[in-house]
């Protein structure tokens, strides 16, 4: 089958034979999601080699375990966890210290014809849920997640900076639990997208100074360290702020302003699938604009180039069987 791999410092599509796991399913993938991280492992940060992709929607060819998966259209969590450990045994491997994570940590990826996953991380996709909408269930998730950390009410004033993809899936999906939601980025036409759902879009450079302490939560998803400062002047004493992005870099925090303002930082990273897929079958989120470019995953290696450019959201990559 062909994959789309990171080894020996370099992506290429390779020919490998067909994953072999009786214990897991085997997906046959339909599409997959070209993500942040998946840029980040090819410039060599993660440490990872193998088959790279995490975010795919497919359907199930073989699962001896589980048959009953056999058929049927699905998303999977991209954490896979021992199944011995006191997080694991609390239906939570997401933070397994054994744990393996689909094209990130320890097991190949989604950007291939077929994928294996343990079937107790699928999850079928609804059947009004169409395939493009699918496969960004976990960037959602992960989005969504910071709701299970931070608790946000209809009065919460949130400030989300970044317009990236992960950016705007976060401010999406916390406006549903606060209209005080505002995204702020340095792209006019991406900060539309949010617009478009109601979503207040400040430019960066109008932003802070006007808006400085005004927030009681702010999620910095800029992938910047520029970020971190202006997240700490949008804050009010006492506020939150959400971390998102897998900033690589070293920042230098003014840590003197968290203790004087009692700000409270969260790391973020995964969210639940369920409740993702949810807001996507009941319409109230949509993602379908985030979309940029589709390729087939023979130019796999060209649409990863692309995805890494200026100004380009979503890149798909369509595994015609
Ligand atoms: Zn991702
Ligand atoms: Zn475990």
């Known amino acids: 089958m062909k994959a789309l791999r990171f080894v020996d410092n370099q992506l290429k599509l390779a020919e490998i034979a067909k994953p072999e796991n009786e214990r897991e399913a085997l997906i046959r993938v339909t599409k997959s999601g070209i993500c942040n991280t998946d840029l980040e492992i090819v410039r060599g940060y993660a440490g990872f080699s193998g088959t790279i992709g995490h975010e795919f929607v497919g359907v199930v060819e073989e699962s001896r375990s589980a048959p009953e998966w056999i058929g049927k259209r699905v998303v999977g969590e991209i954490n896979a966890g021992c199944g011995i450990c006191e997080k694991c045994l609390a239906k939570d491997p997401r933070h397994c210290p054994n744990r393996t994570v689909l094209g990130i940590h320890g097991r190949d990826g989604a950007h291939a014809e077929l994928v294996t996953l343990p079937a ?7 059947a009004n849920v169409p395939d493009e909408a699918a496969v960004f269930v976990e960037p959602l998730a992960a989005a969504f997640g910071i ?5 946000i009410g209809d009065t919460t004033r949130v400030a989300v900076i970044g317009d990236g993809k992960l950016g705007i899936l976060c401010a999406f999906a916390l406006s549903l639990k606060s209209k005080n939601t505002v995204l702020i980025g340095k792209h006019r036409e991406k900060l539309i997208l949010g617009e478009k759902r109601n979503i207040e879009g400040i430019l960066l450079n109008d932003a802070v100074p006007a808006l400085n302490r005004a927030f009681d939560v702010v999620i910095e998803a800029s992938g910047s360290e520029s970020g971190f400062a202006t997240a700490l002047d949008l804050l009010k004493p006492r506020g939150k ?3 998102k992005s897998t900033f690589q870099g070293k920042t230098n925090l003014e840590m003197w302003r968290v203790v004087v303002d009692e700000i409270t930082i969260v790391g973020s990273r995964c969210g639940r699938f369920a409740p993702a897929l949810e807001l996507l079958e009941k319409g109230l989120v949509t993602v ?3 979309i940029s470019e589709e390729f087939p995953l023979a130019e796999g290696v060209r649409a990863m180039s692309r995805a890494a450019e200026k100004g380009v959201m979503k890149v798909l990559l369509s595994i015609k069987n």
Do not use: A, I, K, S
């Open 120 to 126: 107790e991380n699928l999850l079928e996709v609804p």
């Open 147 to 151: 709701t299970e950390q931070v608790e």
């Open 241 to 243: 702020m959400v971390l």
């Open 288 to 290: 379908e604009d985030l």
